[in-house]
């Protein structure tokens, strides 16, 4: 599971003395603690991700944010906090082959309108949720169905 490699990686981070990467794998580390608490029970891989991913989100966000604020420094740090994310992230699927799942979910739903769009999205975020970017997902299935 991803919390015990976590735990691993946050001894040798200390050992290093990389404050950076204490930090950030100490937040994931309780992200991930407070969403299996609020589940629960166990947390999946795809609710491991999800959590990551909101992560991720949120860093983006921030950084946006930032720099529309003329803090380049705090911009900084957010980006470098988000490269240390990602290594914990699977490779998101991204052009041609995130286009062939698109195209495949289309046919599986019998797509051929716009209105069909939600039955799209839905196999294709249902199968690949953790590995795509549901916004990229929607401007895909949106120019292929003309909505």
Same mark, same amino acid.
């Given at each position: 599971?991803?919390?015990? *490699? ?29 969403? *299996? ?16 991913? *909101? ?8 950084? @946006? ?8 420094? !705090?911009?900084?740090? @957010?980006?470098? @906090? ?25 046919? *599986? ?13 839905? !196999?294709?975020?249902? @199968? ?20």
């Amino acid at each position: 599971m991803l919390a015990d *490699r976590l735990s691993e990686e946050l001894k040798v981070a200390m050992k290093a003395r990389a404050a950076d990467r204490v930090g950030l794998i100490r937040l994931v580390l309780a992200d991930l603690k407070n969403a *299996r608490i609020q589940k629960g029970t166990d947390l999946t891989a795809d609710d491991e991700i999800a959590v990551l991913k *909101r992560g991720a989100k949120m860093r983006l966000d921030a950084i @946006e944010q930032f720099r529309r604020g003329g803090r380049e420094d !705090l911009a900084a740090k @957010e980006e470098r @906090e988000l490269e240390l994310l990602r290594v914990y992230l699977p490779a998101p699927l991204t052009g041609d082959a995130l286009a062939a799942l698109v195209d495949e979910a289309i046919k *599986r739903a019998g797509a051929t309108s716009a209105k069909d769009m939600g039955a799209v999205m839905k !196999l294709v975020l249902g @199968e690949h949720g953790s590995r795509v970017d549901g916004k990229e997902v929607q401007a895909l299935v949106r120019a292929r169905l003309g909505g």
